[in-house]
């Protein structure tokens, strides 16, 4: 008796396609990023030497975890610096790319282009062009500090915080801030795009509303912009802090590149897993209190 042979329908049919065209992405993450991952996590627990034909593997347990923590002079230097600037640039770059949003999602002449223009960074850092910023520079944009190059000497930060009286970490932290501003509007460009595609979603029949009720502007982001763009924020500060992390401008990381450039797989290993087990930890952190106490109370 035959089988009768059985149509498929649209969804199978999407699902075929969809399998077909995710197969070569699949494959890559395979090869290219869990591999290695994997790879990594057992040099971080071993010794390995380069030898003719591949690379020596002992295991020594947390001995390389021990080095680096209790033996390394620059190691925990490398730690506070990373962090510190993972936690002071994840506010800025979110409280500024939402601010930017908010001003290119007004109706205004030339908004199309002044919109191109805050995406043009994630462009060029992906090309050539950055290599020969970074070359004119002599280093990254980190490096460029509001106060010499971009203003040429007319405006001093640390005069305009002696004025206000600012003393200790909050002058520091207002310096280091102004200082990397350039750095971090840089940062802004795909966060700027998710934000307004979130501005763009929020229903205008709530300002009518809100306007009839005679809300301010202050009163509209508060109790309908901002709780419509819980979504979307979430969204935006896991990936500011994905990309934070593993910036290749950050000390640590710059540091740790220049290691295994050497040779020195084994330590290098393990200074990245402890320092992505931090940052991930809080990572964690920042997304359950913001889950618990924003997000439960705006739904």
């Given at each position: 008796?035959?089988?009768?042979?059985?149509?498929?329908?649209?969804?199978?049919?999407?699902?075929?396609?969809?399998?077909?065209?995710?197969?070569?992405?699949?494959?890559?993450?395979?090869?290219?990023?869990?591999?290695?991952?994997?790879?990594?996590?057992?040099?971080?627990?071993?010794?390995?030497?380069?030898?003719?034909?591949?690379?020596?593997?002992?295991?020594?347990?947390?001995?390389?975890?021990?080095?680096?923590?209790?033996?390394?002079?620059?190691?925990?230097?490398?730690?506070?610096?990373?962090?510190?600037?993972?936690?002071?640039?994840?506010?800025?770059?979110?409280?500024?790319?939402?601010?930017?949003?908010?001003?290119?999602?007004?109706?205004?002449?030339?908004?199309?282009?002044?919109?191109?223009?805050?995406?043009?960074?994630?462009?060029?850092?992906?090309?050539?062009?950055?290599?020969?910023?970074?070359?004119?520079?002599?280093?990254d944009m980190s490096d460029v500090g509001v106060s010499d190059a971009l203003s040429a000497n007319m405006i001093s930060v640390d005069d305009i915080i002696k004025l206000f009286?600012?003393?200790?970490a909050v002058a520091k932290y207002i310096t280091s801030t102004i200082s990397k501003i350039f750095d971090l509007v840089w940062s802004c460009g795909i966060q700027i795009v998710?934000?307004?595609?979130?501005?763009?979603?929020?229903?205008?029949?709530?300002?009518?509303?809100?306007?009839?009720?005679?809300?301010?502007?202050?009163?509209?982001?508060?109790?309908?912009?901002?709780?419509?763009?819980?979504?979307?924020?979430?969204?935006?500060?896991?990936?500011?802090?994905?990309?934070?992390?593993?910036?290749?401008?950050?000390?640590?990381?710059?540091?740790?590149?220049?290691?295994?450039?050497?040779?020195?797989?084994?330590?290098s290993s393990a200074m990245m897993w402890f320092y992505f087990l931090i940052c991930g930890g809080i990572m964690g952190i920042i997304v359950f209190l913001y889950n618990r106490?924003?997000?439960?109370?705006?739904?």
């Amino acid at each position: 008796m035959k089988k009768i042979k059985r149509n498929r329908g649209i969804t199978d049919l999407k699902s075929r396609y969809g399998y077909l065209f995710t197969t070569h992405w699949i494959i890559g993450i395979v090869i290219f990023f869990a591999l290695p991952l994997v790879q990594s996590i057992i040099y971080s627990f071993s010794k390995a030497d380069v030898v003719a034909g591949g690379i020596k593997i002992t295991f020594m347990g947390l001995d390389n975890y021990k080095q680096i923590l209790f033996e390394d002079p620059n190691y925990e230097k490398w730690l506070k610096g990373s962090i510190t600037s993972y936690l002071y640039s994840l506010p800025i770059i979110i409280l500024l790319s939402m601010t930017l949003a908010l001003i290119l999602n007004q109706k205004f002449k030339g908004r199309l282009f002044f919109r191109a223009l805050y995406f043009l960074p994630v462009i060029i850092s992906t090309g050539a062009v950055i290599n020969l910023i970074f070359k004119t520079t002599g280093s990254d944009m980190s490096d460029v500090g509001v106060s010499d190059a971009l203003s040429a000497n007319m405006i001093s930060v640390d005069d305009i915080i002696k004025l206000f009286n600012i003393n200790g970490a909050v002058a520091k932290y207002i310096t280091s801030t102004i200082s990397k501003i350039f750095d971090l509007v840089w940062s802004c460009g795909i966060q700027i795009v998710l934000f307004l595609a979130g501005l763009q979603s929020v229903p205008s029949s709530f300002f009518e509303a809100s306007k009839i009720e005679g809300a301010t502007k202050w009163e509209e982001f508060w109790f309908i912009t901002f709780p419509m763009l819980s979504r979307v924020t979430l969204l935006v500060t896991v990936f500011t802090m994905v990309e934070l992390i593993t910036s290749e401008r950050t000390t640590l990381i710059k540091n740790v590149y220049s290691m295994m450039r050497t040779g020195n797989y084994d330590e290098s290993s393990a200074m990245m897993w402890f320092y992505f087990l931090i940052c991930g930890g809080i990572m964690g952190i920042i997304v359950f209190l913001y889950n618990r106490f924003l997000m439960k109370r705006w739904e």
